[in-house]
T-cell receptor, first 112, second 110 residues
Framework: IAGITQAPTSQILAAGRRMTLRCTQD?????MYWYRQDLGLGLRLIHY???????GKGEVPDGYSVSRANTDDFPLTLASAVPSQTSVYFC???????????FGEGSRLTVL | EDQVTQSPEALRLQEGESSSLNCSYT??????LFWYRQDPGKGPEFLFT???AGEEKEKERLKATLTKKESFLHITAPKPEDSATYLC???????????FGTGTRLTIIP
């Protein structure tokens, strides 16, 4: 089934540890996004990539990094996790400039 | 800075009781407004795109409308399966990314 695959589904992490959230899409979409979703704050954009080889900062990029080596993969790395990064992380993609983002099922991250 | 505000935060309706959700926005040149549905534990799912004031889109019991300052998601005779969080979003000026509202959590009681 075509779509966005995120891994892991859920993770508990000690503060200070490094963590990479994986995101793969098989729709050949150019643009990909990482959002975090927190109660009362909604979805906030962390980083995005309009095409392979390019990335940009979103609303809340500090403490996160991304890479886009190819069209399909867009990993999000927390270099040194902090408790405030406890959240649900969603990866998404879209083709062109339509408003239709396709979202993954999310990765629930808890930093202790 | 683009801003999107949704109201109410939560809405409980009896099955069959029609109502509307509101999404007001402040953007420098509207390039579309988008509605999504999100079920618990899932990622948002696209519903509608509206591009100009006066435009309407329908899907089953949902109808989205757009004015120059806000959008409404009207739900007619809702069923329990319509229970979800409904999100609206607008693209930034360069259309590179979407800014989302915080959503309305809709509960339909049988």
């Amino acid at each position: 089934i075509a779509g966005i695959t995120q891994a892991p589904t859920s993770q508990i992490l000690a503060a200070g540890r490094r963590m990479t959230l994986r995101c793969t899409q098989d729709m050949r979409h150019n643009a990909m996004y990482w959002y975090r979703q927190d109660l009362g704050l909604g979805l906030r954009l962390i980083h995005y990539s309009n095409t392979a080889g390019t990335t940009g900062k979103g609303e809340v990029p500090d403490g996160y990094s991304v890479s886009r080596a190819n069209t399909d993969d867009f990993p999000l790395t927390l270099a040194s996790a902090v408790p405030s990064q406890t959240s649900v992380y969603f990866c998404a993609s879209r083709q062109g400039y339509t408003g239709e983002l396709f979202f993954g099922e999310g990765s629930r991250l808890t930093v202790l | 800075e683009d801003q999107v505000t949704q109201s109410p935060e939560a809405l409980r309706l009896q099955e069959g009781e029609s109502s509307s959700l509101n999404c007001s926005y402040t953007v420098s040149g509207l390039r579309g407004l988008f509605w999504y549905r999100q079920d618990p534990g899932k990622g948002p799912e696209f519903l509608f795109t509206l591009y100009s004031a006066g435009e309407e889109k329908e899907k089953e019991r949902l109808k989205a409308t757009l004015t120059k300052k806000e959008s409404f998601l009207h739900i007619t005779a809702p069923k329990p399966e319509d229970s979800a969080t409904y999100l609206c979003a607008v693209p930034n000026f360069g259309n590179e990314k979407l800014t989302f509202g915080t959503g309305t959590r809709l509960t339909i009681i049988p």
